[in-house]
């Protein structure tokens, strides 16, 4: 049997069986076919597997609306009417419950994945009239300068590895005045310390994400659980 290895995903395999060379056959390949990169030579990770599986779930959704969505919103003092931008939106858990919390919002949500737009596009369909679904890279926004007020990332920022260039092209987007809420996984301060070799690709400290924030233009308030695992911020772009 010869194994002719194309790049990228493509293994074909060429059967040879009784001295005849029979057609090459598609194999699917066992391993992570590595991260994927966006035009801007960062890596722009898809969710996969037991994650992506968890957050296209009904029970994720219930989730989002009853308690990830008013928890991320509760003393913001967000206006309740907006153009909001969601990043990375999944399969519109998240979305559909933003949509409910403020009903005069108009949301563009969009996701890297196009799986996920698919799924989201279907889910909210009856809300056509105000969720536009978008496929879009966080780091390289299609969007005009100053086109929203709001702009919403849950559990998406370690997904992006250039997250810095997201940041800065959230900054781009925003109104003055207007406000980014994040939500996400962080590297806990003793990881960054002492192991910082079993921090994943992409991940990142609160106090990174604090400092480039700051450099960026928006003056943030962060709130952590105990141990630094995961974050809340609330950003506001500097007028």
Not at 4 to 13: F, G, M, T, Y
Not at 82 to 109: K, M, S, V
Not at 134 to 145: F, G, K
Request: hydrophobic share 45%; glycine share 6%; with cysteine.
């Amino acid at each position: 049997m010869t194994v002719l290895d194309k790049p990228h995903r493509k293994v074909w395999v060429a059967r040879h069986l009784n001295g005849e060379v029979y057609p090459a056959r598609r194999l699917r390949p066992r391993h992570h076919d590595g991260p994927r990169f966006n035009k801007n030579g960062g890596h722009t990770m898809q969710m996969r597997g037991l994650e992506k599986l968890v957050l296209a779930s009904r029970p994720w959704a219930v989730f989002s609306r009853s308690v990830l969505v008013p928890w991320l919103v509760a003393r913001a003092d967000l206006p309740q009417r907006a153009d909001a931008l969601e990043l990375g939106c999944g399969a519109g858990g998240e979305t559909e419950a933003l949509a409910r919390r403020f009903p005069q919002w108009r949301i563009t949500a969009t996701d890297y994945d196009p799986d996920m737009v698919a799924r989201a596009a279907a889910r909210l369909t009856y809300l056509r009239d105000r969720i536009k679904v978008e496929q879009a890279d966080a780091t390289a926004l299609p969007h005009p300068d100053a086109a929203f007020d709001i702009v919403v990332a849950m559990h998406v920022w370690h997904h992006v590895g250039d997250w810095r260039a997201a940041t800065a092209e959230v900054h781009r987007v925003l109104r003055a005045g207007g406000a980014l809420l994040l939500f996400d996984v962080s590297v806990p301060p003793i990881v960054a310390r002492r192991i910082p070799r079993l921090a994943p690709p992409g991940a990142y400290t609160v106090t990174e994400l604090r400092d480039v924030l700051d450099a960026t233009g928006f003056t943030s308030q962060l709130r952590t659980s105990p141990g630094g695992v995961w974050y809340r911020a609330l950003a506001r772009r500097r007028r």
